[in-house]
């Protein structure tokens, strides 16, 4: 696969993945929604460890990254799904965008990286004013869809982010070299059982009937391309290109889910959110490249 394939690969998969989350809830429960694609992704994962012949390390090490990768996974999609219920798609890539910004503050405290720049604090707060115009518009608008319970949605999704922005500082303290597919494969293996039990817990029915075409042509995509393909292209770019074009991809892909959301699922884009949501990309253009022209010019002189 060539690397702007694969680029262009991780920018539509995760900007169709939050329609692609609320779709497949629609008439499958969360729980089970997410279980299935788990399902969906592991078997094809396995198999193709097994064809080409990919080591699936249990070290020590192995089963580290494995477990700290699985907390992303376990906590960023049960969450996501949870928010599904409540929040519009658009919304919920939206608040996705800052994992790069709450990764760099978790990573202060985990891995003793240096304080925030004046300009990444900077970055910081244009960012959360941009959620809280985007979150201000959505309950108070003219065109509001939240209702009581949207805030639950809200706080759903804002944890999903911690737990995918904290899996990805954890897995950077371990210093093991695994092949992508290993890691992606591993990680579901360990979180499979415990979305089932979540599933048993919570809802523990199949009730088919009740099952849409479209919720489950959902899953599916998300199962092959969202939680497979979508992570194998992912590490693939990241091996190829500087970090600083990969994190372009966060800034992308808020404002086509946005797009996505309102031209397929009927989700209002007022003034105010494209306001607000114009603060958070700033606020996170400020946070990759804001201060790089002074560092170098400090290495220049």
């Known amino acids: 696969m060539s690397v702007p394939a694969a680029y262009f690969a991780v920018v539509l998969i ?23 694609r788990m399902i969906i992704a592991v078997i094809p994962g396995w198999l193709i460890i097994k064809l080409c012949k990919i080591e699936l390390p249990v070290h020590r090490q192995a089963l580290k990254v494995y477990t700290y990768s699985g ?3 376990f906590g960023g999609m049960l969450f996501s799904y949870m928010a599904a219920r409540y929040i ?20 202060q405290k985990i891995l003793h990286e240096p304080k925030f720049s004046k300009t990444k604090k900077l970055s910081l707060f244009v960012s959360l004013v941009g959620l809280g115009v985007v979150c201000f518009d959505s309950v108070y608008g003219t ?16 944890g999903a982010v911690f737990f995918f922005s904290l899996s990805g500082v954890l897995v950077k303290s371990v210093d093991a070299n695994i092949h992508a597919l290993s890691t992606t494969v591993g990680a579901l293996i360990f979180v499979l059982p415990l979305f089932f039990i979540v599933w048993l817990v919570f809802d523990g029915t199949l009730p088919v009937e009740e099952w849409q075409t479209r919720s489950l042509l959902a899953i599916l995509y998300l199962g092959i391309f969202g939680s497979l393909f979508g992570f194998i292209a992912y590490f693939y770019v990241l091996q190829k290109l500087d970090a600083s074009t990969v994190s372009l991809i966060t800034m992308i892909t808020p404002v086509i889910a946005l797009c996505f959301g309102a031209i397929f699922n009927n989700e209002v884009v007022s003034l105010n959110l494209v306001i607000g ?16 022209k002074r560092t170098k010019v400090a290495v220049a002189t």
């Open 88 to 107: 519009p798609s658009g919304l919920m890539s939206l608040v996705f965008g800052l994992s790069p910004i709450i990764s760099g503050v978790l990573a």
């Open 14 to 36: 995760w900007s169709t993945t939050p329609l692609g989350i609320v779709w497949s809830s629609e008439s499958v429960d969360p729980t089970l929604a997410v279980l299935m």
């Open 277 to 292: 949501a114009c603060c958070v990309m700033t606020g996170l253009a400020l946070y990759q490249w804001g201060g790089r």
């Open 71 to 73: 907390i992303g996974i």
């Open 143 to 158: 065109n509001s869809q939240f209702n009581s319970q949207s805030w639950l949605g809200l706080f759903a999704v804002l």
